[in-house]
């Protein structure tokens, strides 16, 4: 693809600045059997996490016998992707499941409730690009509204490179035409990277500025979530003792 | 009543020192939890609005035996822990095991309100039923909330709890692992009320609303009845006809099993 078709006149295919998410739109508490849930949007990407414990350790030799363990399930729905997707676990699904699994790890007191398991299952309903993104930030906030304890929110957003220019939050037709993705998973408070995938080639210089702009957006992504938390329990704060 | 405040999951609270639901970093303490923050002399702690029931020592839980043992009994206590209650904590009786059936005293299924006495590392919970309050609790009805929702159902001072026992004649146990036990005559209005308090427990002035509501059903309930006895009953009929569609009408007058 020629560089007229991603940028024109300074703006993206879909009329963004170089530098800007799309509309997002978190809720927690989507579902009803689940200790603790939430629904996260960014664009027409939807993911929807479901956490259940801390719970008893099935099989049980995966017990540890100080600490809590996270299992973590990404899958994506056949019907997510324009193309139907085969059902099912997959090579794709495995490697998320895992790096978000590690991204989460850190924020977590999983010493609190030893001999337990938290499970965390994440669904991607509408596949638009920053698949793991959306599914990291809502299982960030699921697991916040099990009461699970926890340092901080987990923020995680893409960045990349589209016909010569470093953006923010690639989508649609820039995820496959692009020359580079890369999705960062950002604690704030502790100002730590756990989570940085390449997809691309870039030098040394290029992906400090990618990085950079990367963690900006996990600030707004951050943002949203806060205000997510706060509208579910806020009505709730009133509560006397 | 004061409204505290809501933090989030890494708020700052303040300097000092972290009490629950809080953790240090230098001398600050900061919030692992959705909850309210509150302050006691330089200790920041925060009170978790979610979550599970994670056994505490002194708590009061409603429990079911789920396994005997030999000479112990183990008993869920909606965690994912299990907690035990060994024979000697369960009765002050001499018992020869070899000759005895465990299952007179305690048997699978059955429901007590036990104390939690200790709680190690490891999460190994260990009841008794020593204290005065503790009992086995026979029939009644079973209703689950959250466990962060339980000081509510309480109220302050019991005040809540209390309330309800009163205006419908019931008994009523709470657990402190969000199990609550109910027992008499009006059993039905008292599991709505328990599940109206949960649902609204954000609202002020919630055990008036409550008791409202509870006074309303009992009236209506006392009215159904004297009509299923067959009582001459003159005044307003046209009210009457209307209680006589409510769902509450076919629970009544059966006996509970």
Known sequence: MTELELIKNGKRTDGRAFDELRPMEAKVGVLKNADGSAMFRIGNTVAVAGVFGPRKVF????????????????????????????PGISRRSTEISMVIREAIVPSLFLEEFPKTAVDVYIEVLQADASTRCAGLNAASLALADAGIPMRDLVASCSAGKIAGTVVLDIAGKEDTEGELDLPVAFYKKQNMITLLQMDGITNKEEIKEIVKLAIKGCDTVYQEQRSALKRKYMAESAIEV | MNDRKLVLPGDFLGEGRSGNNAFMDGNKVYSRSVGLVEEKGGVFFVIPLSGIYSPKRG????????????????????????????????????????????????????????????????????????????????????????????PRIIGKGGSMVEMIKETTNTQIVVGQNGIVWVKGDNEDIAIEAIIEVEKKSHVHGLTDKIKDMVEKRMTAEKRVRTDAEGRPHTSDRKVDAEDNHSPMHEDFNGDDD
Not at chain 2, 69 to 85: C, G, M, Q, R, T
Not at chain 2, 102 to 109: F, I, M, V
């Open chain 1, 59 to 86: 099989p049980k030799h995966q017990e540890v016998s100080d600490r809590a363990i996270l299992r973590v399930r990404y899958n994506m729905a056949p019907f997510a992707t324009s193309e139907r997707s085969r």
């Open chain 2, 59 to 150: 708590d009061g839980v409603v429990g079911k035996v789920q396994e005997i043992i030999f000479s112990k009994f183990i008993i869920d206590i909606n965690s994912p822990y299990e907690a035990v209650l060994s024979l000697s904590e369960a009765t002050d009786e001499y018992i020869d095991l070899t000759k005895t059936d465990l299952t007179q005293y305690l048997n699978y299924d059955d429901l007590i309100f036990a104390e939690i006495i200790s709680v190690s590392k490891t999460k190994n919970v260990q009841l008794s039923m020593k204290d005065r309050k503790c009992r086995k609790l026979r029939g009644g009805r079973v209703v689950n909330v959250t466990p962060a929702k339980v």
